[in-house]
């Protein structure tokens, strides 16, 4: 019995550090991008703009699984002309129309329904992961009715002050084979939760989506788990 669970805390931890590292690779990807800014701040903006056009086109077309590549920056940072404290403009390739697309976007232009999310990196300066999210496609083309996804933020920069974001939005269905066919006889698989406690990975297609209360297990212990899974932390847990 002590085998198997030494079995099995082996193969949690193989899982857990390959969906780390396949979510630090989009993170530092991100990062990437936040850090080109260093040595454009002062840019005219049209140069600003067709740099980061060919940048993250280029970016977007080699990743299969990003559905939305982006960098924001504040039109006070940008633009001469703008004198408003708010208000950024967003530049974005994107394929959520079932072809990569050019986007222009003017966010945050009314002062009193701004971004919480971009107000809360711009406060704590720290990078943001958001829980799982579904994507419902409408183009005609799609091969699916829907796609679960999150978006990795990272500040951007001049000199100590956050004047920006970077991110992307990717589709999480790269991480279901690690909880896949982990045993020989394929009886032992793997879910994995985001922070929140959302399924983003099950042999059970129709659970991935679901918290983890509502698949009705362990529910003596369900506070417990929800708390190690929101801490990151590790413990043991067993269903004779």
Do not use: C
Not at 19 to 28: E, F, H, R, S, V
Not at 40 to 51: C, I, N, T, V, Y
Not at 88 to 104: A, I, M, Q
Not at 135 to 157: K, Q, R, W
Request: negative net charge; without cysteine; hydrophobic residues 30%.
């Amino acid at each position: 019995m002590e085998d198997s669970f030494h079995l099995h805390d082996n193969i949690s931890e193989d899982i857990s550090s390959n969906t780390a590292g396949l979510l630090n690779i989009d993170l530092g990807m991100t990062r990437g991008l936040s850090n080109t800014y260093e040595g454009l701040a002062g840019s005219p903006r049209a140069e600003l703009k067709d740099f980061y056009k060919s940048y993250l086109e280029t970016t977007i077309r080699k990743e299969d699984h990003y559905l939305a590549f982006w960098i924001s920056l504040e039109l006070q940072e940008i633009d001469p002309t703008y004198t408003k404290d708010y208000g950024r403009v967003t530049w974005l390739y994107d394929k959520l129309s079932g072809e990569y697309e050019f986007k222009s976007e003017r966010r945050d232009t009314d002062p009193q329904n701004l971004s919480p999310q971009y107000q809360a990196i711009k406060k704590t300066k720290l990078e943001s992961l958001a829980d799982p999210y579904y994507y419902f496609p409408t183009y005609s083309n799609a091969s699916v009715d829907s796609l679960m996804e999150t978006t990795i933020g990272v500040p951007v920069f001049n000199k100590e002050e956050v004047i920006g974001t970077a991110g992307i939005d990717f589709n999480l269905e790269q991480l279901q084979s690690l909880g896949l066919h982990i045993s020989k006889d394929d009886t032992l698989h793997a879910i994995i939760f985001s922070n929140n406690g959302t399924i983003v990975t099950h042999e059970n297609q129709e659970n991935i989506g679901k918290t983890i209360a509502e698949l009705g297990v362990f529910n003596e212990e369900l506070d417990e788990i929800i708390n190690v899974i929101k801490k990151g932390s590790e413990k043991r847990f067993s269903k004779m």
